[in-house]
């Protein structure tokens, strides 16, 4: 089974911008969930979407956006870029989202913003 | 409020002797316990997880991870290090009530370094 990708790997912009990033999840995964990595912060959720809906929300700014499709596969939006954006952002997927399931990740999006 | 505490940053341990990393957390109820491990450019990969019942919880790569509940701690232990075991490691937790949710809190990480 193919693992979780994501689209593209290394993005770089510039301040006011904004990005959307994509992440496939694996076959039969409907739950999908995406993560900010960075050196000062760590990892931290951003958001989860499960059948096309977002089920479950950080503590970010409505800046940060994001769909779930049909087939799964979910995007996000970051709009009016900042330089504290620059990050690794992971997305995550497992079959339902519950209980004690294993979240596997991506590769990650590197977003450096200038 | 659910959290995670990793108390090293560096772990160094020479290559074959046995390496611990730390974690204590702090949930609301039971937790469901999570080891990933992140290699230079890699998202992470998960090793093993604690769910209920026996303590000591196998995982990949001849890891292995003992859960105290007295102690709020989940430490990833390995009898014997490798030089490719050198990653950057997280522990993270999930309250067992949080259904409908199925977001992870992280700790934030420790650095291990297989010295060859």
């Known amino acids: 089974k193919a693992g979780v990708t994501q689209t593209p790997r290394y993005l770089i912009k510039t301040r006011g911008q904004q990005v959307t990033l994509s992440c496939s999840p694996i076959s039969g995964h409907r739950s999908v969930s995406w993560y900010q990595q960075t050196p000062g912060q760590g990892l931290q959720f951003l958001f989860e979407y499960f059948s096309e809906t977002q089920r479950n929300k950080g503590n970010f700014p409505g800046r940060f956006s994001g769909r779930q499709f049909s087939n799964s596969r979910s995007e996000m939006n970051v709009s009016t870029l900042e330089l504290g954006d620059s990050a690794l952002y992971l997305c995550a997927s497992s079959l339902g989202g519950q209980g004690a399931e294993t979240q596997y990740f991506g590769p990650g999006t590197r977003l450096l913003v200038l | ?116």
Do not use: M
């Open chain 2, 1 to 116: 409020a659910q959290s995670v505490a990793q108390p090293e940053d560096q772990v160094n341990v020479a290559e074959g002797n046995p390496l611990t990393v730390k974690c204590t957390y702090s949930v609301s109820g039971n937790p469901y316990l999570f080891w990933y491990v992140q290699y230079p450019n890699r998202g992470l990969q998960f090793l093993l997880k604690y769910i209920t019942g026996d303590n000591l919880v196998k995982g990949s790569y001849g890891f292995e991870a003992e859960f105290n509940k007295s102690q709020t701690s989940f430490h990833l232990k390995k009898p014997s290090a490798l030089v490719s075991d050198s990653a950057l490691y997280f522990c993270a937790v999930r309250a067992t009530y949080q259904t409908g949710a199925n977001n992870l809190f992280f700790g934030t990480g420790t650095r291990l370094t297989v010295i060859p």
